[in-house]
């Protein structure tokens, strides 16, 4: 039972992280308030590179958004007890990091304001369009979902919605890959391989990031998760980190295989200074091989192991989509194929970008909003997973 | 009663008559804005370029200048100022051979910015220019991103001295119109007009639908090749001596 002195320093711990969460939310309003007012200027977004940091902020949390729903799926769709009784946790956690990526996205347009046009004048062509009804659709499907497994007289309904919100995480995750697929005279993009990839990358950073708030959960309630569980689970989360480092290698190796491609694969994987030391080092050993071996290292694997192979996951994440975007914008567009390309206008060199500290505050904004909507919840709603005495299925 | 009934008419009526002078101007006025001499944008016509590289001298930059000062734009060279046309040096890299040409907006004729835009900003006019909305831009980028050839820029900052015939705003993307204010007036693109006044005579512009206009003459007579053809996008800008 805990302390009334436990209970009380509870409490003010609660409000201390809400205090926090919501300075740097506000700190993130700052910076869109300033770029409102300057403009992208203040940004390290150029016309080379016309996406930046607040993208990567922004798609990692739609993918993890996406990604956190398998807990879900695998519960209701699957009817696997350990994780139907997560199933609530990890629907709140999508709907707080859908809100905190759609809202660093928004906020980082040039026009902002008009965000309504995207309503009113629809083109059923543009995949960024189809985005916008996947994006709201899943936030009703998930609401929907959560009511039913929250509300008993709608228990019934539950198995119903947690397919459709299972159908539904897949043709997003398929949404979020197509944007850059579809971006055909690109070297780093128009892969049909890129759908798929992202759809096995959300598992992984849903999960991690799952692991991450169920460890804390249990560590504020003074619980602890039974170990056959947390074993499962973090089996799980190496066989996620296994796909996804697999899906990344053959996208790169098919890229290597086209004689045309060989050159921008040869600036991510060798001669792309920051790029290519993120990719080795960020994603490839600090994102993938050193949680594997945190996971499945004997002697390793307990609760601490787990929890920072999922933070290591997540960072690795980050790492991987700076590579994948800044780094796949930073290689030159090859417009004259067959020749060497010069201009005032970043022809055949290597684009410059650092980012400002606008789309720090920004993307660290969206985090601060996913982290509240997550903080508040838990403390007003019953999110706990509430097992019963464990029997393997 | 009924005089209740006359005068709340009465004050419908020119309440409405009041209204419709008060919108007339309005609709009237984007009727006249639309296309040559009144008339809407025809799809009978199709405009586009002809570059011949040949003719186009290093280090002449009188078309991006042209560019700059028609359109109101500020011709500054940092990666975050706005390049409709730039020059563009190119060497063979298998025979080492120099050219030189302007790029810009390529006015495509499946346009992917114009498949991408999510608000319908990117548009095709019936006649083959592509052009940006201002007012339904929201600023997403996705067009720069989606462009194989890099025409489009993004307004980085608060905008001074613009040309009220080519607005521009701050945080939307905009290209190369072709000149559109100067086409529908019935003139030629500024660039074109620089360039003849160099004397270089590299940049042809005119109606690709039309067999006899001198720009498909010359189509029909000299070898000339769309950028990036691959991509099937047919380009209503052409080049000669790539």
Redesign the interface.
């Known amino acids: 039972m805990p302390t009334p002195e436990s209970l009380r320093y509870k409490n003010k711990l609660y409000y201390l992280l809400l205090a926090a969460g919501g300075l740097v939310a506000l700190a993130g309003l700052y910076a869109v308030h300033m770029m409102e007012e300057h403009g992208h200027i203040i940004s390290g977004m150029n016309n080379q590179i016309v996406w930046g940091l607040p993208h990567v902020f922004a798609i990692f949390l739609i993918v993890a958004a996406s990604g956190v729903l398998n807990v879900a799926s695998i519960g209701s769709v699957f009817g696997k007890a350990v994780y139907k009784a997560r199933a609530p946790l990890a629907s709140l956690l999508s709907i707080a990091m859908l809100s905190g990526g759609l809202t660093v996205l928004m906020l980082d347009l040039g026009r902002p304001d008009r965000i309504i046009v995207a309503a009113t004048n629809y083109n059923s062509t543009s995949v960024f369009a189809w985005n916008v009804v996947l994006y709201s659709g899943m936030f009703s499907l998930v609401i929907v979902y959560l009511w039913t497994m929250m509300e008993r007289r709608m228990h019934v309904w539950s198995k119903p919605a947690g397919f459709a919100v299972f159908a539904w995480r897949f043709v997003l995750t398929t949404g979020t890959g197509l944007i850059f697929a579809f971006l055909t005279a690109r070297q780093a993009y128009g892969s049909a391989l890129l759908p798929p990839m992202f759809i096995v990358l959300s598992f992984a950073w849903g999960l991690a990031v799952f692991h991450l708030v169920q460890t804390t959960i249990y560590a504020w309630n003074e619980k602890t998760l039974d170990p056959a569980i947390l074993r499962r689970k973090k089996n799980l989360l190496g066989v996620f980190v296994i796909a996804s480092l697999y899906m990344v290698a053959v996208y790169h190796m098919t890229n290597l295989y086209f004689a045309h491609q060989v050159a921008f694969e040869n600036f991510i994987l060798h001669e792309g200074g920051t790029y290519t030391m993120m990719f080795w080092i960020g994603y490839v050993l600090f994102g993938n091989a050193v949680p594997l071996g945190l996971i499945y290292a004997p002697g390793l694997g307990d609760t601490r192991c787990v929890m920072m192979a999922s933070a290591l996951v997540v960072l690795g994440g980050f790492a991987f989509l700076y590579v994948f975007i800044i780094g796949g914008q930073a290689f030159p567009l090859n417009i004259f194929p067959g020749y060497v390309a010069s201009s005032s206008f970043g022809d055949g060199q290597i684009a410059h970008y650092e980012p400002s500290i606008y789309e720090i505050m920004l993307g660290f904004g969206g985090l601060a909003i996913a982290f509240i909507i997550t903080t508040v919840s838990v403390r007003v709603l019953n999110f706990m997973p509430q097992d019963k005495a464990y029997i393997a299925d | 009663m009924s005089e209740i009934n006359n005068d709340r008419r009465q004050f419908m009526g020119k309440a409405l008559a009041m209204a419709g002078i008060a919108i007339a101007p309005g609709v009237m006025l984007y009727d006249v804005k639309a296309g040559n001499d009144g008339k809407p944008a025809s799809s009978k016509v199709r405009w586009g370029m002809l570059i011949d590289s040949n003719q186009c001298k290093e280090g002449c930059d009188d078309c991006v200048t042209a560019c700059s000062t028609e359109n109101g734009l500020s011709g500054g060279?940092?990666?975050?100022?706005?390049?409709w046309i730039?020059?563009?040096?190119?060497?063979?890299?298998?025979s080492g051979r120099s050219l030189n040409l302007p790029?810009m907006c390529q006015h495509c004729e499946q346009p992917?910015c114009?498949?991408?835009?999510?608000?319908?900003?990117s548009f095709k006019r019936a006649d083959g220019i592509v052009l940006v909305d201002k007012h339904?831009?929201?600023?997403?980028?996705?067009c720069?991103?989606?462009?194989?050839?890099?025409a489009?820029?993004?307004?980085?900052?608060?905008l001074h001295d613009q040309n009220p015939e080519v607005p521009r705003?701050?945080?939307?993307?905009e290209s190369c119109t072709l000149c559109v204010h100067r086409v529908d007036r019935g003139e030629s693109p500024a660039c074109m007009e620089a360039c003849a006044k160099a004397g270089h005579n590299a940049i042809l512009f005119g109606d690709l639908n039309d067999p006899e206009s001198e720009i498909s003459k010359r189509i029909r007579t000299v070898a000339t090749s769309q950028?990036?053809a691959d991509?099937g996008l047919n380009p209503g800008i052409r080049y000669q001596g790539m």
């Open positions: 060279k940092k990666s975050t100022d706005s390049q730039r020059k563009v040096e190119l060497k063979d890299m298998r790029m992917p114009v498949d991408v835009c999510p608000t319908q900003a339904r831009c929201i600023g997403c980028r996705y720069m991103m989606a462009c194989p050839y890099k489009r820029s993004f307004v980085h900052e608060e705003g701050k945080g939307t993307v950028i990036r991509l």
